[in-house]
T-cell receptor, first 116, second 116 residues
Framework: DAGVIQSPRHEVTEMGQEVTLRCKPI?????LFWYRQTMMRGLELLIY????????DSGMPEDRFSAKMPNASFSTLKIQPSEPRDSAVYFC??????????????FGPGTRLTVL | AQKVTQAQTEISVVEKEDVTLDCVYE???????LFWYKQPPSGELVFLIR??????QNEISGRYSWNFQKSTSSFNFTITASQVVDSAVYFC?????????????FGTGTQLKVEL
């Protein structure tokens, strides 16, 4: 298994620019999650999908953030326009429940975003 | 609402010492899952253990052991004979059953530093 793949690994952009982060979940996983990690707020869930459908986007900070999952093997998180306070590490994770219960989430390596 | 508290922000030990990382959780659900993840300096999130609310058996895996006590809502993690490679940030996380899918609520993490 290749694991969860995220791109780019590092992104530096200027305030006001559009940023798109990409994620490829593990094949066969039907849940996909986007998290953000900052020193101030720790690890926080932004949004998650089940079978490509957004289930809970209550963690998305504001309308500048949007996420899509057009198919089972690809998701994007877009920030438009970006602001310096969006600087963080963004993690994508995927999972599929085990029979009769849940399962751990498998995390990608993260994208370190810096907005100047 | 669910909550995970890791009161220890940073712990420093000398190699070969035993160390316990505390985790206290809050949930209204009777069915839930607890997790520990490790984040080494390289930044990725590595799954360590999953425990469901109906299984209070302690678990040992090599130098790692976990103590789950529902009576005190705690899920503590002990590293025996710590090594420098154990230096990392350790996160405890909670997932409630039903409705919420597999989404995780993370604690703020405990930075463990193991020195020679």
């Amino acid at each position: 298994d290749a694991g969860v793949i995220q791109s780019p690994r590092h992104e530096v952009t200027e305030m006001g620019q559009e940023v798109t982060l990409r994620c490829k979940p593990i094949s066969g996983h039907d849940y996909l999650f986007w998290y953000r990690q900052t020193m101030m707020r720790g690890l926080e869930l932004l949004i998650y999908f089940n079978n490509n459908v957004p289930i809970d986007d209550s963690g998305m900070p504001e309308d500048r953030f949007s996420a899509k999952m057009p198919n089972a093997s690809f998701s994007t998180l877009k920030i438009q326009p970006s602001e310096p306070r969006d600087s963080a590490v963004y993690f994508c994770a995927s999972t599929t429940p085990l029979a009769g219960g849940y399962n751990e989430q498998f995390f990608g390596p993260g994208t370190r975003l810096t907005v100047l | 609402a669910q909550k995970v508290t890791q009161a220890q922000t940073e712990i420093s030990v000398v190699e070969k010492e035993d160390v316990t990382l505390d985790c206290v959780y809050e949930t209204r659900d009777t069915t839930y899952y607890l997790f520990w993840y490790k984040q080494p300096p390289s930044g990725e999130l590595v799954f360590l253990i999953r425990r469901n609310s109906f299984d209070e058996q302690n678990e040992i895996s090599g130098r790692y052991s976990w103590n789950f006590q529902k009576s005190t809502s705690s899920f503590n993690f002990t590293i025996t004979a710590s090594q420098v490679v154990d230096s990392a940030v350790y996160f405890c996380a909670l997932s409630e059953a039903g409705g919420g899918g597999n989404k995780l609520t993370f604690g703020t993490g405990t930075q463990l530093k193991v020195e020679l």
